[in-house]
């Protein structure tokens, strides 16, 4: 991931390197995706509402939302996800964000869109529910382009459905490429007026997969199953919940790879407010969303 540990690792912060003291983790209890995505859209953990991958309009408002309902930023939100579940992580009709998601055309009148909306149809996804990252960030590309966009959220599926494929070689190959897709969007935002300077990416992941055995690094999770004498135990995946993260941009102190400091994955929606100047609004009424990760926003 060269461009992870060149330009983030020196223009940046990279935070979850336990080696160096600096944990990252996930708040949620159940280790798989939609349970993780909602905790960095929305800065909170639903641990009795949000329990499976199922295809559940959120409860909870995301920061895509938050943003949509203020005048300023209506219009100018959008997520774009490789896997199918994601217009209901985002709750796309009531948030009035556009989603485009597993297998969805996307609508663009450019030569570009056109391409990839055909090839789409050609090209086979290795899997049922998630399609090639080359479609999701080949869309988000268009949409940058077609307008001014002010908060853009790209979910990229390819390395854990390698993973839980159990091909290793395709699961670093997929890891490369992610690394090498954000790397041509920043050389291009950089590029772009529009977005030149005043730009902020902020790289995450849903939840970890461990390094444990030959055999657990595919999965991760927190699932309830059945043993063969009939009881019920929980699937158990040492580190799954360790996560990592990333930010870059003007508004970010360069301190490179962070040592000894703590980060949780339901910081990332209130610190990417903080990255636009707001104070980040969950929709919660109970729970509590993370703290700002001050460090990572330049006063
Ligand atoms: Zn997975």
Redesign the pocket.
């Given at each position: 991931m060269p461009f992870l540990w060149s330009t983030v690792a020196g223009d940046g912060q990279l935070y979850g390197n336990r080696d160096k003291g600096s944990e990252g983790d996930v708040t949620n209890r159940y280790h798989?995706?939609y349970p993780g995505y909602s905790e960095i859209l929305t800065g909170i953990a639903d641990d009795e509402r949000l329990v499976s991958n199922d295809k559940l309009l959120n409860p909870n408002r995301t920061i895509l939302e938050w943003l949509n309902g203020m005048p300023a930023y209506k219009g100018k939100v959008e997520a774009f996800g490789s896997w199918d579940v994601f217009p209901y992580i985002v709750n796309e009709e009531r948030a009035g964000v556009p989603v485009n998601a597993g297998f969805e055309a996307y609508e663009g009148d450019t030569k570009r869109v056109a391409i990839l909306n055909e090839l789409q149809e050609q090209v086979p996804s290795p899997w049922d529910t998630v399609r090639l990252d080359a479609f999701t960030m080949g869309y988000a590309r268009e949409a940058l382009k077609r307008e001014k966009l002010n908060f853009v959220y790209i979910a990229l599926g390819e390395t854990?459905?390698f993973?839980?494929d159990g091909h290793y070689d395709q699961y670093a190959m997929a890891a490369h490429r992610s690394d090498k897709a954000i790397a041509d969007l920043w050389a291009w935002l950089q590029l772009d007026p529009r977005y030149a300077g005043r730009t902020s990416l902020i790289i995450t992941t849903d939840?970890g997969r461990g390094s444990e055995s030959l055999e657990t690094w595919k999965?991760?999770?927190r699932f309830p199953y059945t043993k063969e004498d009939g009881t019920t135990a929980v699937s158990e995946f040492a580190g799954d919940g360790e996560i990592w993260m990333a930010f870059l941009g003007p508004d970010t102190p360069a301190r490179g790879e962070v040592a000894g400091e703590t980060v949780t994955l339901n910081q990332v929606a209130p610190t990417a407010a903080a990255l636009m100047g707001l104070t980040f609004e969950d929709s919660h009424e109970v729970l509590a969303h993370g703290e700002v990760i001050e460090a990572a926003v330049r006063k």
């Open positions: 798989f995706s854990d459905d993973a839980h939840h999965h991760h999770g």
